[in-house]
């Protein structure tokens, strides 16, 4: 692959920020990759180990010069951060983001940026409950989806060319309407994270099941709610509180849902509950043939995510 930036930076140094400066030296995709955190011990690390070409004490100074800034911290800080960087932004820049919600992301970062500042918003598919610099791998976006919400007037070749670096960090990459985003990642992503603290405190709450046994036989389905439940707590409250309306529409449907099938339970009505299961399963085999995971039973989660 040839260079298609000189310089980024990248503000926030956790998994998405550290999984791209891996992956953009694995395809030698940037001439050099500068790095800031707020966080002193954060930065620290980062330099130990050699995550960066330069990690800087300020965002300003990340940013000084840079043909791509991405902001890669909770949804809560991308307006303060843009405030922070805005003045020592270069003309003809672009500033992007890896937010997991788009139109509060707009909101908070567009009305900021001086004149001739590109803005190309985008949402990497990916993660782990891992967080931190050190828990980036350059494998993370393989074969996975970078979303891109360019808002209306977008230079095309500021688009072009950050669609050029996903694409070279192993990205599929599609171009979606901001709020059409919000409500896909609510089906998605954001409502299953919430059901998924929601039973994870379920569990918390029945004394009458031990903790021993809650950890014991949690192969049985509770696992994989504890490990989405343990993503990091700052970007999840975020999240919820910067896409509100999608995420109530989706879990009021949840709630009507949930409700129907408890009451095929109650009315011992198999066949309502046995077609349901049918049509779930369905939508699982879909996944798997899209190549979004994968059917081996892999029941000791080998490998990342």
Not at 217 to 224: I, N, P, Q, T, V
Not at 251 to 261: D, I, N, P, S, V
Request: proline fraction near 4%; charged fraction near 25%.
């Amino acid at each position: 692959m040839s260079i298609v930036y000189e310089r980024v930076a990248l503000i926030g140094l956790g998994l998405i920020a550290s999984s791209m400066a891996h992956a953009m030296r694995r395809a030698g995709l940037v001439g050099e990759i500068v790095g800031y955190s707020r966080s002193k011990e954060t930065r620290d690390t980062a330099r130990e180990i050699g995550l960066c070409d330069r990690v800087e004490e300020s965002a300003a100074a990340a940013v000084e010069d840079a043909d791509l800034v991405v902001l890669c911290v909770p949804v809560g800080a991308m307006e303060a951060v843009t405030l922070e960087i805005a003045p020592a932004l270069k003309s003809g820049a672009t500033v992007s983001d890896v937010g997991s919600t788009k139109r509060a992301v707009i909101e908070a970062v567009r009305p900021h940026l001086p004149e001739g500042v590109h803005f190309v918003p985008a949402h990497p598919l990916a993660g782990t409950e891992q967080s931190g610099p050190t828990s980036g791998f350059a494998e993370l976006f393989d074969n996975r989806w970078c979303l891109m919400t360019p808002v209306e007037g977008t230079a095309p070749d500021a688009i072009a060319r950050l669609t050029a670096l996903w694409t070279g960090l192993g990205s599929n990459v599609e171009e979606m309407d901001p709020d059409h985003h919000d409500l896909v990642l609510a089906v998605t992503s954001h409502a299953p994270h919430l059901i998924a603290y929601t039973m994870v405190g379920v569990a918390d709450d029945l004394r009458r099941v031990t903790d021993s046994e809650v950890v014991k036989y949690s192969a049985a389905g509770f696992r994989d709610f504890t490990r989405i439940a343990a993503s990091d707590p700052t970007m999840w409250r975020d999240v919820f509180l910067t896409n509100k309306e999608a995420t109530l529409e989706i879990l009021g449907r949840f709630t009507e849902e949930l409700f129907a099938l408890q009451r095929a339970i109650r009315t011992g009505d198999g066949e309502h509950l046995h077609d349901y299961f049918t049509r779930t399963r369905a939508i699982r085999r879909g996944i798997i043939e899209a190549g979004q995971d994968t059917d081996a039973p892999d029941f000791g989660r080998g490998g990342h995510g």
